[in-house]
Every structure is written in structure tokens, then in C-alpha cells.
């Protein structure tokens, strides 16, 4: 199979349950809940070694908010409701009720909650009040800038994670021409994040190392540099591999993003040194969910 | 003392000892050294909760940088060595040497040295190349994107965390547009960062709570909304406080830094609903380093 | 009548019939698309000197536009349709057909039509093709990036210039602050634009002067500096007025975007230095349409 | 010659004599300064149809302006000293003088002086007010958002427009991403500007046309798509054509604008699609100034 010219492998990416939330986080202006966010999904690339993977979902209009003030839409990830109960309190105390006008709002509402102004609401030293609206207990927290407003609880759900494509390329500049236009036209796909650096990964690992302390190392297999000294799963025009992880809310959303973001890199095509697209899998029995690559592309 | 109308209070930052070190992260475009430094520096507002402090000092041009490509400055802050070393590893490993055709070099030399790269070297899978220049040396780390290049060490000062000032407007609107109009100007002192989402803190604290498990809560004094409630810090007229936090890498720059913020706060004054500026301490007898408001603008 | 402090006045908006189009630019990035249209829009701020009045409405992802691909969407207007139809060859031809890769539609289809890619199509030099799809003619024109797409024709509209509305601040700051809100929140109202740099005149004229060879002059009655010096209409504590003008397709349209913009402003109200919101009137002799402030805010 | 694989042709680039000032334009923050400066460098690609050629020379900070606030270096270039006066005052009048909290500046001091302020003083309506500092005249006029200060002359020079190269690329993407990066690399060179929308043209022209009433077409020997109909420049590969046209102070910063452009072409290099860079000419019989690309990259 061939689009434009690049070749799809016949292969799968290999993806991980995971459980996952959505917060809203509001500001007098849309500059301020951007910094909030960015602070909130910064450090936050690989579950393993930062406790979550979070990324911005996308921004709101004031008239998409429960405050009606612009906001942005986050997607925090964690291996269980345990470790994401403990990021969110960590990570939304530090990042968002510190944020000069912030206030923050469950964006997934479900069977299950987990605790989000909950613990936070103790900051106000028994100066805080709660309210229920509409069946929702919120929190009012009264800081410096006026008042910290932090709904009680947000729903968290089954989820996805490390969907996964891989863009083989003639060259790294051309890699990443391709794979930003990618992760831009990927935005507008709901439910999902891309939770590494700009959305790529360029040092993408195998499970694994020569070393005992290392659980991963660089997956020499892909490492342009190496061809001529291991086995390589490169043809002689690859000069550069990059990865695209996703994580999401459940198998459409995922589909649909690698879909999208395929088809963007494509666009540039074999003529722009894109050479092929693959994708990570560990030969299908770690990871309940497969993406084919040719079947989400057909 | 007033300063366009704006009160400054007679008192002073109190500020305590901590270890940094800066780093110089480099990519093939501006915009991916940015990706990296975002993610670094994320979710690194309080040491306490965060495990560092850290931000962007500054941008740098193709000409200032150890490999001639764009570039980025980044500062980051712990309570000791043993602290900022580990989070090295940690952050350094999870948001730059992932990032596509990023490079990572020390920013600082000196007689005390991090490790940067010699941990990281190990993700190389034995495929690592070491290589020394200038009497420095760097590991070349085979990823899918090409090369991770990564200085061996980095340095490690000591430095200030905690330098700050409070200001203190009738509205949130008010004390936000002098704050952004602040940490624009503070971006050209070299030597510190502003650690705190879009550099302001909304939520300032008090050491200690009612509740015998939290170690700090809102500052209630300085709360306008409790201001009938609780004795309190704030004048009728005050309707939010706003702080900007400071960690820098001596007394000189944090100095500079404060009157920098503090000049750009009063050119709205007054007349823009600026009514004082303050600065948080806790009597003296904490921190060593002690920054009077009126000496330094004077 | 007063929002939040500051006082609306029993005044109205008096606005002059244009003629306006809206073209569709696209290009193979967003980023080349708005570069078209900024150099496009640009120098049209006051129909009598530069021609054409004319703004961006609005961007348009690819599933907005006619070929897929991301674009803008431009309004222009002029006092007729045969200096429309002189504004859109010259500087369509001159800012996007040599822009890269761009391409150029008709936002607007109706009984009246302009000339759009029919005149330029001569720059093809005899190599240009025409095609026709679904009853519209497109101009294939061979050009060194690879090939200028124009639709032949634009609709024209009857349409609406000169809608707007002061605000009357304590500060420039406090004005401008206030007014950067408002050009924000109005561009989200389809339809309309506001054509000054920055969407603000800082310079509002009277007609006449008492030099013969100015047809407008500054309004000083409305100049703070002047208080002292002219009948003015500023009460003392107002120290800058700031001008929106709106160019719009319909009454409804400059009707929802002064409401709209007059809002943004008065978040900011009374205490924040918003003292008065008026409009701009010949006393209702010469333009047909009035935009009465009260009734509209109601 | 060759550089990373892309041929340099042993061709130059011919340049004519044109007449220039710089302007140096303030506003309170910024961005007020930045939307003056866009506003007045809009249309202004081509000085046959706009008038003049004009775009933005680079930022300055409050300490590089004569007040002390943010500001925007402005080139702008006419074909004579009568057409940029008439220019300078039409578009300084419409796009800075309406800007609010603008002020406007001579950035070039010398022994002819062209009017800036002088006819815009009489916007003042009898109000403006005349002042001498250091030997300059200013003007004080008063206006709605405060007053509007503008030199009153501003220095004229022997300048260059038309200096150029072209990027002959595998596709439209490729050529694309090569010249935003030269683009990027050109702004850090005084004294130079890119007239064209993204500081390229996709569309440049030959002089002349087989239709009578047309100055000039598209450069028929240059467009891909023509390759097979007309005697063609271009190789079996070149997909895509993209002209970088530069206008200067002097020789110097010319060649070295095309330098610096070409150079940072060059990094991406055949491998990346840059088959051939070229510049354009005509035999070099009307422009004084050539400039011999492989003597400039030597």
C-alpha cells in the first residue's frame, strides 16, 4: 500500500490501557488558562517516569465553559485511578490554582469520580465554602488574586495509551515538516493528546538494555546511525525516524488521530522524502489494543 | 515612598539559598529547542511539590549556542546538589533528549559539575560514542531521529529562590495587565526566572494551617475577600494581590530583577488602579538574603 | 444607563452605505494564507485615502474552504463597485497572486458579480486555462511557484461602513487594555471587521478644519489635551478616548459587533478606568444608519 | 559550485537604484507599534502598483528609541524623492497617526530631509504644537487617545530595490520550508528588507507580455507546469520556483541579505529537495548593481 508515494507498512501500533480525565480550566483571558495549562502538561511525556501524560486538548471559547471565561481543555493520563488521583492533586495544586485568575472544572462527568478541589479546598486554612449547583458541589477558595473556584470531583474513564506511528523520512528536516503538519492537523481530533515534546518523539525506545539498571534504551533497529552495525530495520534512504505517540480516550479517538495524522504526512509524500510509515508494536501480546495501520488508512 | 502614585511599602523580599545550573538546549529550528525547554521547565513552580524550580532565561541565536543552530537558555533550581541532579536526569532525559534533533549543553562551567549526560549516556544501549573537545567532554547517543548530543556535566552554583514582590491593585484586571507588562521587562535581566505560570503567583502562602497536614495555606491577610473577616493586610480599595516570584542566580540579578518588575508595575500607577507594592518575608529570620523594596529602587 | 460603573450614552453610531466583498484565500499553510491576507489588508484603513477599506473576518480551517486546503477569510469595501472592482485587480494581483502557493475564491455569490480572476488572468500570458465547475469559472494561472487558482468572479453586496463606538478612559492604558478585549471578542461576530491598526483608531477626525485644503481634522472636542482650551465634550477625569469603527455586511452584523464590543469594554467598567462609552455622529443628516447604543445594549 | 548538494549557477542578480528612509515608529507596548508598522507596510510589494515598497526592518527596544518605549524599525522605498514623500505622508497619515499611543520617528538622519510631520501637523486643526530638541523639529498634535508627537523630517538616501535569487526545489513544500528559513535568517541583517507577502514571491514576472495593454507576465521559461510547451529553464526535477526579492541601504547589506538567504537555503540542501539556486536578471543592461551570486557566497 502506497499514498502519494510513501509506502504504509502492513503492521499495527500496539496500545496500553490506561485511565484518563479531562479538567477545564478557565482565566479572565484565554493567556492566562493557556499558561496554566502548559504548566499543568509540562514534565508529563511518559507515564513511567513522570507520573501522567497530559497534553492540551484544545482551547474554549467562553461559551464552551461552565464560567463562560475563555479556556483550554486538558487530558491528564495515569496507569491507574490511584497514581491519577495523586497527579491531579499534586499537579493541579502546583500548576492551576496558583494561575492569577484560574479556576478549574471537571470535564468528563461519570460513574466514577476521583477527587479534584476535594483536598485542594484545605489551602483555604477553613476559610473555603462549598456550593452545589445543579447536583455538583464546587469549592470556593479564597486566595490572593480573589478566589480559587475548583469543582469537588472529575469522572475518570477507561483509556488508551501509546498509539503510535512511525514516519521514516530521507532527513530530520523533512521528518519534521511532515509530522508538524501532523500533530497541527491532528488537533482538531477530539479525545485524544500527542504528550511528548511538540507532539514527536525522536528518540523512540525497545523494552529493554545491555544494561540491567535500564528498563528501556534507544531501539537500535530504527537508529539511522547504526545501520552498518546492527541489524537494521532501515532501507538505505532513511536518514531520520520519528515517532508520534497517542494517547486517548478510547479505540475511535486513536484511530481517527493516526488516521489524520497519516494522511498529513503523506501529503508530503515520497517526492518530499517521506519514505515510509510504521508503526511500534511488541508482536501483539502486551497490549490489548492494535491499530492497523492499513485497515484505519483503507 | 510612591512611585506614580503607587505606594511602595517599606519592607523587604526574604529570599534563601539554593543550587542551580543553566542549560543550553538546542534543535534544528527555534521552535522545537522551544517544545523541549516548555517541557522541561513544566510543572516545576515549587520545589517542594515539583522537585525543582525552573523557566526560560532567554532565546539564543543561531551565533550563541555551542553548535551554531537556535537555541533556548534554561534555568532550573533545587534545594541541593543531590536534588538538582537527580531532576537532571530525570527531566533532562524525559523532555530533551526526546525531543526531535534537540542537542543539550551545560550552560555553566565552574568547579563543581552535575552530571547531564553521563547518566543519559546509557539509553545509547552501548551504542554510545564519547567524545571529547576543549577539554570537555560530550556523549554523540544514537536515537531514531539521528544523534542525541548531550554534554557530559553541567555546573552547579549557588543561588537565590524565593525573591519576590506583591502588588496590590483594585481589580484582577488591573493587577494582571501590570504584572504582564512586569515579566515582559524582567525577560532582559539575565540570571533569573519567574517560575510560576505566566511568571505571576495568584495564590500566595503562609507557612503552617489549621490543618495539622498541610505545611503551607492561603495567606489570608492579604485574601480581599476576607477582608471583613480576618485581620487583614489590605487597604478598602484593594481588590486583588498578585505576586511575581523570583529565583535567580545572584543578589545582583534578583535585585535587578525586582526593581525591573516593580518600575514597569508603576508606570500604570496609580491612575491604571495600582495602589502598593509589597514584598513577603517572615521576619527575617529565615532567609539569609534580604531585598528592601525602597533601597533598590531608589 | 450604566454596565458595571460606566455610563452608556443616549447617543447613536451614524454609518454610510459601501459596497463589500469577501474573498477566500488559501494556501498550503495557514501561515502563507495570513500573510496573503495581512499584506492584502493592509494600508486600508480610510476609504477616502487608501481606496478600499478592508480587514480579516475571520481564518478558515480546510473543511472550510473550497479546495481543502487552510485560508482566510478578507473582507473588503469600497464607496462603489467600480472602485471595488479597481481595489480587488490591483491588489489581489499584487498581494496574492505573487504570495506562494496561494489560491483566491469568492466568499460571496450573488446577482451582482465583479471581475476577481478575470483580469488577472492575463498575467498567464496566453498559457492560462479556464475551467468550469459546478457552473463557476476558474482561472488556472502558470506562475514560477506552480499554478495561481482564482475563481473569475466575486459577489457584491450592499453593505455598511463607519459603525462605531468610543470609549472614554481615565488612561491610554486602561483604555487600550479594555479595547484589546473588545477587538477579540468581536471577532467572533461573522460579517464584520474593524479596519484601523489594531482595530482601534487612536486619531477620531471631524469633517472640515480651518485650513482650507483639509477635508477632516482632529475632533477636539473629544482631545483631552485640549480640555482647557476648546468647548469640550470630556468630563475632567477623562484622560484618553479611544475610537472602534466597524465595517459590516448587514445592520444585524455592525449591530451584534458594537453590542458585543461594547460588553468586552464594560467588563472592564468603572473600575478599571472605563468612565463612558459614546458614538460617532453628523447629527444623523448624512448616513441612512443608526446605531442607537441604548437600544442595542438593552 | 555547489553547497550540500544544491547548485549555485555562475548568474547574478540586477538591481536599480532606488530613493529610501527608515521610520522609526513607538507605541505604548509593542504590539500597538507592531500593528502601526503591519498596517503601513501592507500593499506595498511592488512599487509600480503600490506606490512603494515597504516592510518591517526589525524591532527595537525601549532603549533603542527616542522615547523610551517599544518600537518598530520601518524601510520604505520609492522610485523617487517626490513619489516616497507623497507615500510618507499618505500612509503615515492613514496607518501610524491613527494608531492609538503611536509616535513616529526619523531613523535616518542626513543631508536631504523629506517631510514626515510637517504636512500631518495640520491634522492638529490650529492645536499642534511645534518644539525643538537637540536641533530637530517635532510636532504635538493633539488627538483623541492623547497626542501624537512625529518628527518633522525624515532623511532620504540612494538606495537599491530588486536584488533577488530563486530557490528551485523539488516540490512548492520543499522550496517553501527553505525560504521561511532564510527569510527567518535575513531578518537578523541591518538595513534590508522582503517586500513580497512571507518575504517571498511565488509568482515572478518577465517584463513584457503578447497582450499590448500588459508591463509585465509570468516568467514563462520559469513555471514548471509550462515545461513541456515553451522553452523552459528548468530541469526534468524543479517542481516549484520561489523568488526571494530584497530591497537595501547599499550594496553591503544587499549581498549580504543574499548571502545570508542563500546560505540558509543551502542548509537543506539537494537532499531535501533544493535542486538549484538561480537569480534574475536582465543581461544586465538596465540595473547599475550586480550581484554575482557565486562571488558573494565565496
Known amino acids: 500500500m502506497r499514498i502519494n508515494g510513501t509506502e504504509i507498512d502492513d503492521t499495527f501500533a500496539e496500545a496500553f490501557p490506561m485511565r484518563a480525565t479531562r479538567l477545564i480550566i478557565t482565566a479572565l483571558t484565554a493567556k492566562w488558562a493557556l499558561d496554566a495549562a502548559n504548566s499543568l502538561t509540562g514534565f508529563a511525556t511518559s507515564v513511567i517516569a513522570c507520573g501522567c501524560e497530559a497534553g492540551i486538548e484544545r482551547r474554549l471559547s467562553p461559551r464552551e465553559t461552565p464560567d463562560g471565561r475563555p479556556g483550554v481543555a486538558v ?5 491507574s485511578k490511584k497514581q491519577l488521583e495523586e497527579q491531579l492533586r499534586v499537579r493541579v495544586g502546583q500548576c492551576v490554582m496558583t494561575t492569577a485568575t484560574s479556576a478549574c472544572f471537571a470535564g468528563i462527568h461519570g460513574d466514577t469520580m476521583l477527587p479534584l478541589g476535594k483536598p485542594l479546598r484545605y489551602f483555604g486554612d477553613g476559610h473555603q465554602i462549598s456550593k452545589i449547583i445543579d447536583g455538583r458541589r464546587y469549592w470556593r477558595i479564597p486566595v490572593m488574586h ?10 475518570v474513564v477507561p483509556a488508551i495509551g501509546g498509539g503510535n506511528f512511525l514516519v521514516m523520512a ?4 523533512q521528518g519534521l515538516a511532515a509530522c508538524e503538519a501532523a500533530v497541527t492537523a491532528m488537533r482538531s481530533v477530539p479525545g485524544v493528546i500527542a504528550p511528548f515534546p511538540g507532539g514527536v518523539v525522536g528518540s523512540g525506545s525497545k523494552v529493554g538494555s545491555k544494561y540491567k539498571f535500564m528498563i528501556a534504551s534507544t531501539n537500535q533497529a ?21 515517532e508520534i505517540v497517542i494517547d486517548g480516550l478510547d479505540e475511535a479517538a486513536v484511530s481517527r488521530a493516526i488516521r489524520t495524522g497519516v494522511r498529513a504526512v503523506c501529503k508530503f509524500g515520497r517526492r518530499c522524502g517521506i519514505q515510509r510509515i510504521s508503526a511500534g508494536n511488541y508482536g501483539g501480546k502486551l497490549g490489548p489494543h492494535h491499530f492497523h495501520l492499513r485497515k484505519i488508512l483503507r
Open 75 to 79: 487530558l491528564m493520563f495515569a496507569m
Open 146 to 155: 480573589g478566589e480559587f473556584l475548583c469543582e469537588e470531583t472529575t469522572g
Open 222 to 242: 530504527f537508529c539511522p546511525t547504526l545501520k552498518g552495525h546492527v541489524k537494521s530495520e532501515l532501507g538505505a534512504d532513511v536518514g531520520s525516524v520519528l
Open 170 to 173: 530521507d532527513t530530520a528536516r
